[in-house]
Nanobody, 116 residues
Framework: QVQLVESGGGLVQPGGSLRLSCASSESIFSLSIMGWYRQPPGKQREMVARIYGGGNTYYTESMRGRCVISRDNARNTVYLQMNSLKPEDTAVYYC??????????WGQGTQVTVSS
């Protein structure tokens, strides 16, 4: 069972930046995929970004160029640096990982609110 602890959410003004963190209880080397999803108010959960075991990354179109996903292998942590934030980026952000057997684990979510 992989435990995930997210942090870094909060209130930020439009145009601002935030860095989300997700610490895994298991070694990153036992995970095939680490990523971030978000769920805006009243909407479905959607993928934001992923980083694969080999280091390849994927970004959803709406966030491409405004965020960077990265990981720290020593800390078993994945990060999501978000820049130029917009009000429509307001959502609960969730960390999601898959182990080598493709079992899926989710964090508890962290609220990001973009508002002046």
């Amino acid at each position: 069972q992989v435990q995930l602890v997210e942090s870094g959410g909060g209130l930020v003004q439009p145009g601002g930046s935030l860095r989300l963190s997700c610490a895994s209880s298991e070694s990153i080397f036992s995970l095939s995929i680490m990523g971030w999803y978000r769920q805006p108010p009243g909407k479905q959960r959607e993928m934001v970004a992923r980083i694969y075991g080999g280091g390849n990354t994927y970004y959803t179109e709406s966030m491409r160029g405004r965020c960077v996903i990265s990981r720290d292998n020593a800390r078993n942590t994945v990060y999501l640096q978000m820049n130029s934030l917009k009000p429509e980026d307001t959502a609960v952000y969730y960390c999601e990982v898959r182990d080598l057997n493709q079992r899926e684990y989710w964090g508890q979510g962290t609220q990001v609110t973009v508002s002046s």
